[in-house]
């Protein structure tokens, strides 16, 4: 697509339900990022997909945590029995790897999955 | 792994000063350096970014970065500031050696008094 795709926008879950959100990287982007952004915070890294290779999965906050990536380009972010402190904006980016003589990898940012845990 | 850190939480200008957000990183190697914007409500927008080369880098919106490689830094800087720059700015680092992750700092909330 012209640009990364995050669904849904907003979700509202009871504290203890599973929620996914789902990213749609840019067509061809190889790497692709999960952040998490709570209120008037910074951006929290989540995990990281590039390529072929193993997912850094080095920023999940907790086991109840996971994201896959499905050929290489659909992301799902599962987040199991929700807690309150997981309210946040869930944002995805993608990028393409810097080919021999192209000026670095720039991410690309969704608009985000805005989550509520209740 | 590498890391950002941007001292100043909070900046408060007054329209038409300059303005400068301080961003230092640390990486072993030669680094991407990113400034982004968040305004209110909005996504993330790319300001401008540093691969190589010339160590001032020209962004959109009339600002600039320079990129300084004793300091390890890449500060943000604007000669004039506008109203409409209020915003959220972040600055991130990546890896030119490997596959590595973006890595992004804590953010400069800046405001803009009339």
């Known amino acids: 697509g012209a640009g990364v795709s995050q669904s849904p926008s907003n979700k509202v879950t009871e504290k203890g339900k599973d929620v996914e959100l789902r990213c749609d990287p840019i067509?061809?982007?190889?790497?692709l990022y999960w952040y998490r952004q709570s209120l008037g915070q910074g951006l929290e890294f989540l995990i990281y997909f590039q390529g072929n290779s193993a997912p850094d999965k080095s920023g999940l906050p907790s086991d109840r945590f996971s994201a896959e990536r499905t050929g290489g380009s659909v992301s799902t972010l599962t987040i199991q029995r929700t807690q309150q402190e997981d309210s946040a904006v869930y944002l995805c980016?993608?990028?393409?790897?810097?080919?021999?003589?192209?000026?670095?990898?720039?991410?690309?940012f969704g608009e985000g999955s805005w989550l509520t845990v209740v | 792994a590498q890391s950002v850190t941007q001292p100043d939480i909070h900046i408060t200008v007054s329209e038409g000063a300059s303005l400068e957000l301080r961003c230092n990183y640390s990486y072993g190697a030669t680094p991407y350096l990113f400034w982004y914007v968040q305004s209110p409500g909005q996504g993330l927008q790319l300001l401008l970014k540093y691969f190589s080369g010339d160590t001032l880098v020209q962004g959109i919106k009339g600002f600039e970065a320079e990129f300084k490689r004793s300091q390890s830094s890449f500060n943000l800087r604007k000669p004039s500031v506008h109203w409409s720059d209020a915003a959220e700015y972040f600055c991130?680092?990546?890896?030119?050696?490997?596959?590595?992750?973006?890595?992004f700092g804590p953010g400069t909330s800046l405001s803009v008094i009339p």
């Open positions: 991130a680092v990546g890896a030119s050696t490997s596959y590595d992750k973006v890595i």
């Open positions: 980016a993608s990028s393409s790897y810097p080919f021999r003589g192209e000026a670095g990898n720039t991410i690309y």
């Open positions: 067509s061809g982007h190889t790497a």
